[in-house]
């Protein structure tokens, strides 16, 4: 349930009742102070300055129209014209009653369902993926997730990079090895960053291995089998390194999302071809060009996108033009989302732009660039290996996994040593992706072991640790969590608080789907479990003396405390844990 939408419903049809235009903003936000109510309209004071009318006489005409008598036990003006709205805990009970209930936490589907194209991770698969990656994968798989939850239709992309003049480099390199006796599964691809710096080392110093690697890039592009061969057996080696990495992430990848850049070659040329009929792209220096004066200079010169080099090659601008054309009008994708570094935004602004005048994107379409920003290490810069070499994402991810085993070893534990190693996995990878996932998608953050590996703070740790605490209460009273009929009686300001936070599920998905940004998610649920540990400071639960109609409704709230901590985890992509 979404209390805020219903709320809004209710308000905008109060000020067209009022003789309110039918597009005026409610403006209906949560209170941040109890006295003011549990939620706000604000409308009145914005429409007053349009219809230059008194804003609380007008937040009196919508009250009079406003019809809450099933949600709300008083409303009240306050201040130059805020509505106060302050919830029935009957209406409360009920709707924390019908979220326990139900699997989906009566998080309901959309009402329109749409097509979501996500495009997510990417990485070039001449190479292992490295830190780099990490933001794309895990942000997008976040927001795939939180998409399937509210009953859209998603289709992931991994437009992984498999194409273009380095492979031809690599296939020589590769067609050596074998002709050698090397077992490409055991040596040749253990480590994709050896194998491509000694093909690169080839390339630059070795006599007639460049022609070699040109020639073959030639032949690949022309469909010689025995390069395509060649090049189809790095890739596969490739790709499985990737779904490792993907497995221990726990995204949700699988070898069935993989577009890559290859899978568009049939299409570029007519890309190029459809371009130019419709004058969109004109030849200069013998390249094809498309010149954008929507984003021209300061001095008014246009940008220069180029579709096509003057060799005839073509590039990453023709594959994304061909990606939003198989999207758009072959998927029909009502939105596509792309997640990419943020130093890539000229480039998609013109990939838009290009693709809407040549009519690859329908206007239907919404094309959605979402940025990310740059993981940095202690120093400020791009975080890197101490001797300054790229972070492979495999090695960090182990490395998160070895701190979070020591750190688990300084507590108290009866846990068997199995126990305690898969314990360590879940925290130490769940770390990594909080810590992440909890800033603003557009931000650089600083990494931190220390910070992200607490069991203090808006952490990984702290948030599967709160998890097993609200769990422990069931294992200590013998109740079975499934059993729990009863009534939520609200009667403390803490168990307001809780229920009020339990209820704002659905809002803070459909704000992280819109913007395409879990650290709300991240942000909702620490505000969740800190309200968890005071409603449980003074509301005993399982204290003597506390009546059973009285535990029998603390628990309802507990176990609904730990089913939100657990599906909106899982929708980060972390694992809880029974026991710590």
Not at 60 to 82: H, M, R, S, V, Y
Not at 376 to 390: A, H, I, L, Q, S
Not at 408 to 423: N, V
Request: hydrophobic share 40%.
């Amino acid at each position: 349930m979404n209390i805020r939408t219903l709320l809004i419903d209710k308000a905008i049809a109060a000020m067209v009742a009022a003789g309110l235009p039918e597009d005026t903003n409610p403006a209906v936000t949560q209170s941040t102070r109890p006295q003011f109510g549990d939620y706000q309209i604000n409308g009145a004071m914005g429409a007053a300055k349009k219809l230059k009318s008194n804003p609380r006489e007008l937040a009196q005409k919508i009250i009079d129209n406003l019809d809450l008598a099933d949600i709300a036990e008083k409303t009240e003006i306050a201040g130059p014209g805020f509505i106060n709205i302050h919830l029935k805990p009957a209406f409360l009970s009920a709707s924390l009653k019908a979220a326990n209930e139900d699997e989906k936490l009566a998080v309901s589907p959309h009402t329109t369902a749409q097509k979501v194209v996500v495009d997510y991770s990417s990485p070039n698969l001449a190479k292992e993926m490295h830190v780099g990656h990490l933001r794309s994968t895990i942000i997008g798989d976040a927001v795939v997730r939180a998409l399937e939850f509210r009953g859209d239709e998603v289709v992931r992309q991994n437009h992984m990079g498999d194409w273009g003049t380095q492979f031809g480099m690599l296939i020589a390199h590769l067609e050596d090895q074998i002709n050698q006796g090397v077992d490409l599964e055991s040596v040749a691809l253990a480590d994709l960053e050896t194998f491509y710096r000694d093909a690169k080392k080839r390339f630059d110093d070795e006599e007639g291995f460049a022609d070699k690697a040109r020639n073959y890039v030639v032949k690949l592009q022309g469909g010689d089998a025995h390069c395509e061969k060649l090049w189809k057996l790095f890739i596969a080696t490739s790709v499985k390194h990737s779904e490792e990495v993907y497995k221990r992430l726990n995204v949700t990848l699988t070898q069935d999302d993989i577009m890559a850049e290859s899978a568009y070659n049939s299409e570029l040329a007519n890309i190029i071809a459809l371009l130019k009929d419709k004058d969109i792209a004109v030849e200069s220096n013998g390249a094809q060009v498309v010149f954008l004066d929507e984003l021209a200079n300061k001095d008014g010169e246009p940008s220069v996108f180029i579709v096509q080099k003057s060799g005839g090659g073509f590039l990453y601008a023709t594959t994304d033009l061909a990606a939003c054309d198989y999207r758009s009008n072959k998927l029909g994708a009502d939105r596509i989302l792309i997640f990419v570094d943020a130093r890539q935004s000229l480039h998609f602004n013109q990939v838009e732009l290009t693709a809407r005048k040549a009519g690859l994107l329908r206007d239907e379409t919404s094309y959605e660039f979402c940025p990310f920003g740059t993981m940095m290490g202690e120093d400020g810069k791009p975080f890197k290996t101490r001797t300054g070499g790229t972070v492979k994402l495999a090695d960090l991810l182990e490395e998160s996994i070895t701190r979070a085993s020591a750190k688990l070893a300084e507590r108290e534990s009866d846990l068997s040593d199995e126990e305690r190693s898969e314990i360590a996995r879940k925290v130490g990878i769940g770390a990594v992706k909080y810590a992440d996932l909890s800033k603003h998608r557009t931000s650089d953050y600083i990494f931190n072991w220390d910070t992200m590996l607490s069991f203090e703070g808006a952490t990984a740790p702290y948030l599967q640790y709160a998890y097993t605490r609200v769990r422990s209460i069931f294992r200590k009273s013998g109740i079975d969590a499934g059993s729990l009929t009863a009534d939520v009686a609200i009667n403390e300001p803490q168990e307001k608080a809780l229920a009020l936070k339990l209820l704002q599920l659905e809002e803070v998905l459909d704000l992280m789907i819109s913007e395409a940004t879990p650290h709300v998610l991240c942000g909702y649920l620490y505000e969740l479990a800190s309200l968890y540990m005071t409603f449980y400071e003074a509301c005993p639960v399982l204290k003597e003396g506390v009546e059973p109609s009285v535990r029998d409704s603390r628990l309802v709230l507990c176990n609904l405390v730990a089913k939100t901590l657990k599906s909106g985890l899982d929708l980060l992509g972390i694992e809880v844990m029974e026991q710590m």
